[in-house]
């Protein structure tokens, strides 16, 4: 007998848990031109961060997707304090990540008449944004 299905001899329905929602405000940009790999150096710099900590790290990283990501992070801002009514000094960065795009597949001319096939990777990067307690 199953513990959980039956109570007395009598069968007893689930009981649904009910999940706390927790509000959290998400920017997504998709197709991006540069590469996941590239993106996920300033995304590990960046997780766990207050939100003015981030963008100072963003606006200073000395790589090509901290302009991209800063962008990005200020959308979240913006997403948060109009849609969510979040107040901006208890934001933090809860979750950064980018998946692997489309390649964009195209052909360079090499020796003896052959092709050599250059890969453009794009990336799609999402930013989560929550309130610390």
Do not use: C, W
Request: zero cysteines; charged letters at 30%.
């Amino acid at each position: 007998m199953y513990p959980n299905i039956y109570k007395e001899g009598k069968r007893v329905e689930k009981q649904e848990v009910k999940e706390e929602v927790i509000p959290q405000a998400v920017a997504t940009l998709k197709y991006a031109r540069i590469s996941s790999r590239k993106v996920k150096i300033v995304a590990d710099l960046l997780r766990g961060k207050d939100i003015d900590e981030a963008l100072a790290i963003a606006k200073f990283a000395p790589k090509a997707s901290a302009e991209i990501i800063e962008k990005l992070l200020k959308s979240a801002i913006a997403n948060a304090e109009n849609n969510h009514n979040m107040t901006h000094s208890k934001l933090y960065v809860a979750e950064i990540y980018a998946n692997q795009g489309p390649t964009l597949k195209r052909i360079r001319p090499a020796a003896k008449g052959s092709a050599v096939r250059i890969r453009k990777r794009t990336s799609h990067i999402t930013i989560v944004l929550r309130e610390r307690e």
